[in-house]
């Protein structure tokens, strides 16, 4: 079944809790709008991690192409390699969501045959990520290679790509199971907490991305 990426206009709030958007403390309920997130995407030019987590609000928020601008740059200026990784996955899942799957897909598999710099090695866990966002990894098994580090923070992320790509899948009960057990296994101040927070509040408010 078709999908569709759902208009969403600009003054549309939601409830966050991100004691980063607007430097409340951790549990505050702040409104924020997305007039908000491209003030604060101004402030942090140079703070790759907020601006990953900036794009992905403008993304829940519906402003898919602007997110995936600021991920194309952190893709190019970020120095630490699992954020470059990281905005190149958003990338894949925005492209995806907009109907462009496939030559995602390429790219993305083409940027996981490319070596790294020479000054960088291969970072495992992200090239598993990676490989299972395009299918070459089954669901089951990228699980079960989480499980031994499932306490470390950089494996609390696996429930929210499990989730995301549910969700560009059209299977929303599978992602929003995924996105309450990243929930679960992550600090709330963290990025993947509030990441898969977003993606249930967008539901709760009834303003889903993805409609039939």
């Known amino acids: 079944m078709k999908r569709r990426i759902q208009s969403m206009m600009s003054v549309v709030v ?5 004691d980063c958007l607007l430097a409340q ?3 505050d309920e702040v409104m924020a709008t997305v007039g908000q997130v491209r003030q604060e995407l101004e402030k942090n030019q140079d703070n790759h991690a907020r601006r990953l987590m900036l794009a992905r609000f403008l993304h829940g928020f519906g402003e898919v192409k602007e997110a995936m601008k600021f991920c194309e740059g952190i893709t190019i200026e970020a120095q630490n390699s699992s954020l470059r990784w990281r905005a190149r ?5 925005m492209r995806s969501e907009l109907g462009d799957g496939q030559a995602a897909k390429k790219v993305l598999l083409k940027e996981l045959k490319t070596p790294p710099p020479a000054n960088e090695k291969y ?7 990676g490989n299972y966002l395009v299918g070459k990894m089954e669901e089951e098994e990228f699980a079960k290679r989480s499980l031994p580090k499932l306490q470390d923070p950089l ?8 989730g995301m790509k549910m969700w560009i899948e059209g299977d929303r009960d599978g992602a929003f199971a995924q996105f309450r057990n990243a929930m679960e296994v992550s600090k709330e101040s963290s990025a993947t907490y509030q990441a898969a927070k977003l993606r249930l509040e967008i539901d709760e408010t009834g303003k889903p991305l993805l409609e039939p």
């Open 14 to 18: 939601l409830m966050l809790s991100w």
């Open 25 to 27: 403390q951790p549990g």
């Open 89 to 93: 996955f958003e990338m894949f899942l």
């Open 123 to 129: 970072d495992p866990w992200m090239l598993k990520i």
């Open 155 to 162: 494996f609390h992320d696996t429930h929210y790509y499990m």
